[in-house]
């Protein structure tokens, strides 16, 4: 490792540390009528991990979200966050989702500052701040482009100080490079903040990029769980990195290639 990738390691993990919660995942089944869905399924994460969640569509990977965040109640089995079972959305937990999901007749710094008790604007100043929109706070949300509605979201869930973001597909909309700058600040934000994350993206190079492990969802369970040893910010170019992208490819598409 590099002397600056090191100090940049050290720096942000000091920040943050502490701060995330360990989350359980045992025994998940979850059925829509006749289609089983979560077979079966474990997971644990650590405290202030970054864990992205892979595989083809319909797997399952916003289900699993959705049971993780508490908006939906399994069949059988169960989910602790620190150790308390999960019943509902928690109050240390905020989701953020591929739409912005920004309320039109308000500010962006009102769309910040909902549900935010007292005197929220400081606070909601200080996350616009953070996703690098200070001086859009008076817009309204209809004259932004659709990144910085998404760093408008993101400000919006980190103000609450979670202790576990859930993302769901939230970069899934944007263009390329619009894609690549967001997932260079979530992952700064998350290094600053320390809080446990979990990403469902149908892009390997993205959960390359973020995660400390990736997860493959084949058939309503875990089908590969690969750790990410690569120091950050990683580069793409490097063949340590492509090695890893490939490791995952080629396992979603061997699945794709014995069902087609
Ligand atoms: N509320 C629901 N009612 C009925 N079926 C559902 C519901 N939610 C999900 N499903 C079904 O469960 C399966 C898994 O859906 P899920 O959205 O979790 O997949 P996914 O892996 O996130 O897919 P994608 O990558 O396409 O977003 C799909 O077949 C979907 O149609």
Known sequence: MQIAELEYDLVSRAAGAGHGVAVSARGLEKAYGAQQVLRALDLDIAPGEFVAIVGRSGCGKSTLLRHVAGLERADAGTIRVDDAERRGLGADTRVMFQEARLLPWKTVLENVGLGLP??????ARAALADVGLAERAD??????????????????ALVHSPRLLLL?????????????????????????????????????????????????????????????????????????????????????????????
């Open 168 to 260: 769901d597909e939230p970069l899934g909309a944007l263009d390329a490079l619009t894609r690549i700058e967001m997932q260079g600040l979530i992952e700064r934000l998350w290094r600053q903040q320390g809080f446990t994350a979990l990403l469902v993206t149908h892009d390997v190079a993205e959960a390359v990029t973020l995660a400390d492990r990736v997860i493959l969802i084949e058939n309503g369970a875990i089908a590969l769980d690969l750790r990410i040893p690569l120091p950050r910010p990683r580069e793409r170019g490097d063949g340590a990195f492509a090695e890893l992208e490939g490791e995952v490819l080629h396992r979603v598409l061997a699945r794709e290639a014995r069902e087609s």
């Open 139 to 156: 817009d309204w949300p209809a004259v932004l482009s659709g990144g910085q509605k998404q760093r408008v979201a993101l400000a919006r």
């Open 118 to 123: 007292g005197d929220w604007r400081p606070l």
